[in-house]
């Protein structure tokens, strides 16, 4: 069985890809809150805050075959509302937070392993209200691009785009009925996404099916990032 290492899976898509590589794979999740429902999943839960914490490498296997980085946020405001400290904070979250975790469990990545990071269609796609995000996940794109071309062959590093997915993080912009309906007007394929959306295409990239993947930036966003059907 694989050793798959989730940053922040207790969540969300996070979580959704616990449930579904638990089946086949160990499975260890590393985050701030333990979910109940893991009670009933084969999960190996180690207490860690990404923003602070140093990840414990010795309650890891010697070998990891698969990586995700999961912590993110939406902080939707215009730029006068923005604060330069709500930049760092952004920053230090999705992205020096993510390159913390990776420095540490790279020494461990297995020959042909895979990591996953998570950007947003904001990057590819300009967005009003998106710039603290954008700026911090498009950094995690260009940092992606690069590890992938460092580390090949003997890792695999892409990075997934979704656009708006129902999930606790997205909760203030799905909190009713009207939202709901407006959100999903907005893609072409007139819904957001699920987790389970996401998280099928996350595993995807962990799994021995895409080993000739590497490099990419793979938008899951219901046809936002490249379709116009107004």
Known sequence: MKNIVLIGGSHGIGFEMAKILCADHTVYVASRTKNDDFQGLDV????????????DTSRLPDEIHGFAYLPGS???KPLKMLSLDTFREEMELNFFS????????????AEGASMVFFSTVAVSTGMPFH???AAAKGAIEGFAKSLAAESAPKVRINCVAPSLVDTP?????????KKREMMAER????????????????????????????GQVLGV????????VS
């Open 44 to 55: 190996d839960y180690i207490p860690f805050d990404a923003t602070t914490d140093t990840l």
């Open 74 to 76: 939406i902080n939707l």
């Open 98 to 109: 993510m390159v913390n975790a990776v420095k540490t469990i790279m020494p461990k990545m």
């Open 131 to 133: 710039t603290s995000v």
């Open 169 to 177: 993080l997205a909760g203030r912009l799905l909190n009713n009925d």
């Open 187 to 214: 893609h072409p394929l007139k819904r957001v996404g699920t987790a389970a959306d996401i998280a099928n295409l996350a595993v995807f990239l962990l799994s021995d099916k895409s080993t000739w993947v590497t």
């Open 221 to 228: 966003d219901g046809g936002m990032s490249t379709l116009n």
